[in-house]
């Protein structure tokens, strides 16, 4: 037997062993919070998109609250977020003065997920890691997305924080694609 030396090495890609959605908090008509001349629901809305953008180069098949530019009422992303493994809702908090950071909030089998995103996070806009909490700890009251669609509230940054929402808009783009890589090796695992 001879082997044909002449095949060019393909990249190895593990397959996708768990299904994916993302989702964008709040909805075209409820904003979210707005504050320093920002809407927490166009924000996410376009961070959402631009994570769909990297998971797509990454291999990654996966779902949206919407088509790109759009962004559906909770309770359409509740559903799509419990027919998937993972699914992950990006938000822009609001607190009081000196709020700052990331967190995540999810039940507890998700917080090692949780996790790894504020990690990524923290790193890439230089703001403090709140960590992964459980779901009640948030400024949303009721969390839908995490008690019947079983997923991760990403609370990104303080939108109400001018120096989180200045490293955020210099850094959008490379914290993109650190939390897509973070949801592919999830996704693969
Ligand atoms: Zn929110």
């Known amino acids: 037997m001879r082997w044909i030396n002449h095949v060019k090495a393909v990249p190895h890609r593990p397959p996708q062993l768990r299904s994916v959605m993302i989702s964008a908090g709040h909805s075209d008509t409820v904003p979210g919070i707005v504050a320093n001349g920002y809407k927490e629901a ?22 949206l609250d919407g088509e790109p530019g759009e962004n559906l009422p909770l309770r359409e992303a509740v559903k799509i977020a419990a027919r998937n493994e993972i699914a992950i809702e990006f938000h822009a908090n609001g607190g009081g003065p000196g709020a700052t950071g990331v967190e995540t909030l999810s039940q507890a089998h ?24 459980p779901e009640g700890s948030g400024q949303h009251s009721r969390l839908a997305f995490v008690s019947q669609g079983g997923g991760i509230i990403h609370e990104l940054f303080f939108l109400s924080n001018a120096n989180d929402l200045h490293q955020f808009l210099q850094h959008q783009d490379e914290l993109a694609k650190r939390v897509a890589r973070v949801i592919t090796d999830a996704a693969r695992e």
């Open 110 to 133: 998700n917080k090692p997920l949780g996790a790894e995103l504020c990690s990524v996070t923290a790193e890439v806009l230089g703001i403090a890691n709140r960590g992964a909490k």
């Open 42 to 63: 166009d924000i996410v809305q376009r961070f959402r998109d631009a994570v769909s953008i990297e998971l797509k180069l990454l291999g990654i098949m996966h779902l």
